[in-house]
């Protein structure tokens, strides 16, 4: 095989599968994740995914099948992928005597950081994650969000190209949530490939480009956001908003190509169109039936899935086969 | 290059820990205070016969139990994760450990038979040729001890589940493991000092090699 372009930080798992004594936590997974993809890994507690991180960033390296990132072979190769890699473990921990300054210093050398260097990276992701205020507090000190973004710190301190991130977001308040989504999106625009685990599956929505759902250590689904909803139909179902409500829509409940309506809340309609039927034409003739019978419409809009409808019927879907 | 700046740092970690404080001042202390009472009771144990034993006991089982705890919350917090995820070698993490953590005690020995020595020198007017003989038996006893006891603390570290059990491990093993160095002593065969030595660095080396293969070897 010859030597990798510089720029490649994709990783691909083929038939990777792990074997803790008699319980198989991995089996047989197969993805890729190109280069400069942000990769939502997602699935219920102790689906396998802190299992894969730990395979991919070279934790662990008794499995079977075959890893490669950036072309370089892992485990065999885990000298080449470190030296591109920057990874959050999940529940990150530090030696409590340390400072944030202290600790940063440390990392920044190891990775491979000049002094200047280190000096002014510490000083860059401090300020992008808000942590300048606590750079000489002591790690023992720290809350629990704050030891998440000094987690953060770490693994972004030495500009990586590969970024891996297992529960990035957990413990963290909205602001500095959105701060680091931010973040993520501006480096993988930048080339940075990221593959991050997460249970906040609206995260993952908003800046995933590909997501995998891993259930009992196999790949159930993979594709983007787009993709994953295509595969699950929830039926075609339309949201009305009405500025005034007659109260007669109920008398739509037996129309022709409706399944049902429901009114979560007042003003609000969910009607469900059945899937035979052309979707344009019930609902033309639903605005046209809704204006006879007094309503009167606000907006009206097709409903799409969320990511948390489709992960809950395919994780369902596996566990009822 | 990772290796002395992880060396550095567990220096710096154990001197912000103050036991590093207590080695340096307080052991030198208590040996004195040992001394004194020492030569009340009429016993008069020579300064620096009892300087090795106090160190060598109290430093080297401080130093062993230090280092199992250590490794053991460090191992099971995942503190290493961001360490080998990064161009480091894992023995740099246990050797690293290790001899800062020996460094600091052999200082606190040190000192304190400098003290025995200075102590010896204003009670006898002179240092003999045997006392200075006898330092450098007990310098060898207490560093072989201290070099076995807290590579002993290592290994238990690296193999022993949870702390408690590493604790026990440490108190009940790896003490009577620190103990081999000074059987040329006791037995009274020529060459002692050389034996001592070579048993200490021998049987260190052993346990250091083991505890830096397990932890190779480990999934952690």
């Given at each position: 095989m010859g030597k990798p372009p510089d720029n490649d930080v994709s990783i691909l798992l083929e038939g990777v599968s792990k074997r803790f004594g008699n319980f198989l936590a991995l089996d047989n997974v197969s993805f890729r994740v190109n280069s400069g993809e942000i990769f939502g890994y997602i699935g219920p507690n102790g689906a396998g995914k802190t299992t894969t991180i730990k395979i991919i960033v070279g934790?662990?390296?008794?499995?079977q099948g075959n890893l490669s990132i950036g072309g370089h072979s892992m485990p065999k190769e885990r000298s080449e992928v470190h030296k591109m890699l920057g990874y959050l473990p999940q529940n990150v921990a530090f030696q409590e005597w340390r400072t944030i300054d202290q600790a940063l210093k440390t990392f920044g050398k190891l990775s491979g950081l000049g002094k200047n260097e280190t000096e002014e990276r510490i000083k860059e992701v401090l300020d992008l994650l808000n942590l300048s205020l606590e750079r000489y507090k002591k790690i023992s000190q720290l809350s629990g969000g704050m030891n998440q973004k000094l987690g953060l710190a770490q693994a972004l301190l030495h500009m990586p190209r590969l970024l891996v991130l297992d529960e990035p977001l957990g413990g963290l308040d909205p602001a500095s949530r959105h701060q680091i989504k931010q973040t993520i999106v501006k480096l993988s625009k930048a080339g940075t490939t990221v593959f991050f685990s997460s249970h906040i599956l609206s995260d993952v929505q908003d800046i995933a480009t590909k997501i995998g759902i891993l259930n009992r250590g196999r790949i159930i689904q993979m594709g983007t956001l787009e993709e994953l909803k295509s595969r699950f139909s929830v039926g075609n179902d339309v949201e009305v908003v009405l500025s005034y409500d007659s109260g007669h829509w109920k008398e739509l409940e037996s129309f022709k190509g409706i399944r049902g309506i429901e009114q979560p809340i007042p003003n609000r309609l969910i009607v469900h169109v059945d899937e035979k039927s052309n979707l344009d034409d019930v609902i033309q003739d639903l605005i046209e039936q809704l204006i006879v019978l007094g309503c009167r419409i606000r907006s009206f809009n097709p409903l799409s899935p969320s990511l948390d409808e489709v992960y809950l019927r395919f994780v369902q879907e596996r566990e009822n086969t | 290059m990772s290796f002395a700046l992880l060396m550095k740092d567990e220096i710096r970690g154990f001197y912000k820990s103050k036991v590093m404080i207590f080695l340096w001042i307080g052991l030198p202390l208590l040996t004195m205070l040992f001394h004194f009472w020492s030569s009340l009771q009429g016993g008069g144990i020579p300064f620096t016969a009892l300087s090795a034993i106090i160190t060598s006991g109290i430093g080297g089982t401080l130093a062993s139990v230090m280092l199992t705890v250590s490794i053991i919350n460090e191992k099971t917090q995942h503190v290493y994760d961001l360490f080998l995820v990064r161009p480091v070698r894992r023995w740099n993490i246990i050797l690293s450990k290790f001899l800062a953590v020996y460094a600091c005690i052999a200082v606190a020995s040190l000192l304190s038979l400098l003290l025995g020595l200075i102590i010896d020198y204003i009670n006898v007017g002179s240092v003999s040729g045997t006392v200075l003989n006898d330092t450098v038996l007990s310098l060898a006893t207490s560093f072989s001890m201290m070099a076995v006891s807290s590579s002993a603390g290592v290994l238990i570290g690296v193999v022993s589940p949870s702390v408690l059990v590493g604790v026990i491990l440490v108190i009940y093993g790896g003490n009577q493991i620190s103990a081999l160095p000074i059987i040329p002593t006791i037995l009274n065969i020529s060459n002692a000092t050389l034996f001592t030595i070579t048993f200490g660095t021998v049987t260190t080396s052993i346990m250091l090699v083991l505890a830096i293969f397990l932890f190779n070897r480990k999934q952690l």
């Open positions: 934790l662990l390296s008794d499995f | -």
